[in-house]
């Protein structure tokens, strides 16, 4: 059994460190952790006691926030996406027309062919820039801001679980003692 409580209960930190660069895998580790988070709040509501309850409150709601946090941070690097793929899809129309004017011959100066020629060029080197600053987004997110919430949740992980094996030993304890009346 390992060591550290958060790989007990939540899995190994490992296996999700790329989550951080796709919205979509993001977005898998999010629902994997709230739901298993969620599982063990059942289980804890059921055994908490009144005395402990505020402590117990405080840490669901550093836990959610972290959570919340990191569903933010998701959504921006969606938007992000979105705003780049508009911006491409917007060139690619145009560059498209163009060719199409050229494959049908409607362009009769040289003049006009030229230019049509650098605004090809030009809009294919704002599609290169628009994919590579969508991917520095993303990157910069990751490592400024997604990596170190993951790490804020998982110090708040810790915390609940080092609080609820409290409760978790005590109900072991009492399960003994009713087997052995």
Do not use: W
Request: one cysteine or more; hydrophobic letters at 35%.
């Amino acid at each position: 059994m390992s060591a550290n409580p958060f790989e007990r209960y939540y899995g190994n930190e490992g296996k999700t460190h790329y989550a951080s660069r796709s919205p979509a895998l993001l977005n898998d580790y999010i629902t994997l952790i709230t739901g298993m988070f969620e599982q063990k709040c059942i289980e804890l509501d059921e055994k908490i006691n009144s005395f402990d309850r505020p402590k117990y409150t405080k840490c669901r709601h550093a836990v959610y926030s972290r959570l919340n946090e990191l569903e933010d941070l998701r959504k921006t690097m969606i938007r992000a996406q979105q705003i780049h793929q508009s911006q491409i899809n917007m060139l690619q129309k145009e560059n498209y027309k163009i060719r199409s004017i050229r494959r049908f011959g409607l362009l009769v100066e040289t003049l006009e062919i030229r230019e049509q020629e650098i605004i090809l060029e030009r809009n294919m080197r704002a599609i290169t820039f628009a994919k590579r600053s969508s991917r520095e987004i993303t990157r910069t997110l990751a490592n400024k801001n997604i990596d170190p919430t993951k790490k804020k949740l998982k110090e708040a992980l810790e915390k609940f679980v080092l609080f609820s094996e409290k409760y978790t030993d005590a109900s072991l304890v009492e399960e003994e003692h009713v087997f052995e009346v």
